[in-house]
T-cell receptor, first 115, second 113 residues
């Protein structure tokens, strides 16, 4: 059973048109992460939530925002997508306690195309 | 985060063992060595991690050098489903509550039938 679910798997948007990607988890993990992965590159961390605390990476553009309304859900908002934002977006979760402490669990990703 | 160095790519024949090396000469005493892999069109998945001693699980084995400046991920019998990018990552065990996975380029493993 999928534990970190990303919807949709494929998303097409227009240049400059706001888009939201969603992630949900059934693991009850307190940490959630968003990564951007461009073709043939490693995933790059954009930001993460520790519980309700938002932590932005220093080089994440302001165009990228995130919301976490509750433990289970986290959203990635791209306010004005540019052609360079076309990528795979990966959501991940982890917990800071127990046997699986600090192991990250990833969703299958959402591939974003910008036309 | 301390840096790791891995070969860009490796090939293996199906059903043969695979040894994926990782160098981490600047590793600190509190860094765990983690391995993740990413199959085509999938998100990364955790493989194994260790601190000082060699580790085994159902997916792989991790051999850690005595000085901890290098490690090797061992797939005992490669299958076509093991074709993936393998990432070696150092994570500081002292960081409290949580920490971040920072990915390097990884090793792209091809498995030849």
């Amino acid at each position: 059973d999928a534990m970190v679910i990303q919807n949709p798997r494929y998303q097409v948007t227009q240049f400059g048109k706001p888009v939201t990607l969603s992630c949900s988890q059934t693991l009850n993990h307190n940490v959630m992460y968003w990564y951007q992965q461009k073709s043939s590159q490693a995933p790059k961390l954009l930001f993460h939530y520790y519980d309700k605390d938002f932590n932005n990476e220093a080089d994440t553009p302001d165009n990228f925002q995130s919301r976490r309304p509750n433990t289970s859900f986290c959203f990635l908002d791209i306010r004005s997508p540019g052609l360079g934002d076309a990528a795979m977006y990966l959501c991940a979760t982890s917990t800071d306690r127990g046997r699986t402490k600090n192991i990250q669990y990833f969703g299958a990703g959402t591939r974003l195309s910008v036309l | 985060d301390a840096k790791t160095t891995q070969p860009n790519s490796m090939e293996s024949n199906e059903e043969e063992p695979v040894h994926l090396p990782c160098n981490h000469s600047t590793i600190s005493g509190t860094d765990y060595i983690h391995w993740y892999r990413q199959l085509p069109s999938q998100g990364p998945e955790y493989v194994i991690h260790g601190l000082t001693s060699n580790v085994n699980n159902r997916m792989a084995s991790l051999a850690i050098a005595e000085d901890r400046k290098s490690s090797t991920l061992i797939l005992h019998r490669a299958t076509l489903r093991d074709a993936a990018v393998y990432y070696c990552i150092l994570r500081d065990v002292v960081e409290t509550s949580y920490d971040k996975v920072i990915f390097g380029p990884g090793t792209s493993l091809s498995v030849i039938p």
